[in-house]
């Protein structure tokens, strides 16, 4: 989605949060060195995803997937045996991720694309998913080298976090800032006294995913 109701800021419209999210993802994404060409937002509004035209949606990632063939999909977690709970966005997201995946294969599926737009069915050969329940997770991944580069770049989501989230302002002064960055901090795993960060890992069939 575009980020664009999650404030508390009464002075901001949804498209100048929509806007300024933007630029914040842009920031954190120069400050984890990833190009912001590789930056792709579907439009969707904040907070509405699961009442858009389901089918729609999982066609744009469909696409996505077919065009990008990832070797890994980093997805919310939709559950192992059950489903599971995430915020609205989040949970519906997690459930489309994983029928786009599935879908992607189908070279019936969402044929046009073949057909149209010259792209080729496509497996996803392994998944990352993540905010899994504690006892599903199996792969923990040490991020020592990048923790710092983390926490810079969690530091430039300021619409979202600190005194941002009830009263916006770009610039964040020194205190703000550290403060910012020691709450981000604070937010990191800690496994074996190193950094880390923890997924539900599987590879196989998109089918089985919740097995």
Known sequence: TTGNVGTQDPNLSRTQLAQIRREEELAALAEMGIPGGHYVNLGYDDGLLEFEDRKAVVENLVRSIRKIRPDVLFAFDPGKRYQRWHKSDHRTAAYLAADAARAAMWRLLFEGQIIQEGLREYMIPEYLFYDSAKEDENTW??????????INAGAKYVSQFGPGWK???????????KQLKESVRESVRMKNGKPIEGFRYYKGLPDSIGK
Request: glycine content about 0%; hydrophobic content about 30%.
């Open 141 to 150: 991944v040490d991020i020592s080298e990048f923790v710092e580069k983390r």
């Open 167 to 177: 009263s916006y302002k770009p610039n964040l002064s020194e205190t703000e800032l």
